[in-house]
């Protein structure tokens, strides 16, 4: 009964900026932690940035000084900020589970394509 929700993903330009939100039900922050990912065409996923009350917050070294994680106060919510954006942060943003035994199901992320 789980559910993850992203949204906010588009079309920008290089240099642009775009804020992702996950839109969870079924648990909260306090108890589990949430990241983003990501997963261009022929690529394997990867961890973009984790954020949980326990560990705080992880940014892979793409996303540092670019990518602000963050959540809102219930906890339910969990948002990506990305800011300066390269064509190669083209993929598809997921979230799930971080620092936790197992993932939730993967939704179907949110597109983001960074072209001119």
């Known amino acids: 009964q789980i559910r993850l929700a992203e949204s906010g993903g588009g079309l920008v330009q290089p240099g642009g900026s775009l804020r992702l939100s996950c839109a969870g039900s079924?648990?909260?922050?306090?108890?589990?932690?949430l990241g983003w990912f990501r997963q261009a065409p022929g690529k394997e996923r990867e961890g973009v940035s984790c954020i949980s009350n326990r560990h705080g917050t992880y940014y892979a070294d793409f996303a540092k000084g670019r990518f602000t994680i963050s959540r809102d106060a219930a906890g339910n919510t969990v948002f990506l900020q990305m800011n300066s954006l390269k064509p190669e942060d083209t993929a598809t943003y997921y979230c799930?589970?971080?620092?936790?035994?197992?993932?939730?199901?993967w939704g179907q992320g949110t597109q983001v394509t960074v072209s001119s």
């Open positions: 799930n589970t971080a620092w936790m035994r197992t993932y939730f199901d």
């Open positions: 079924g648990f909260t922050l306090d108890r589990y932690g």
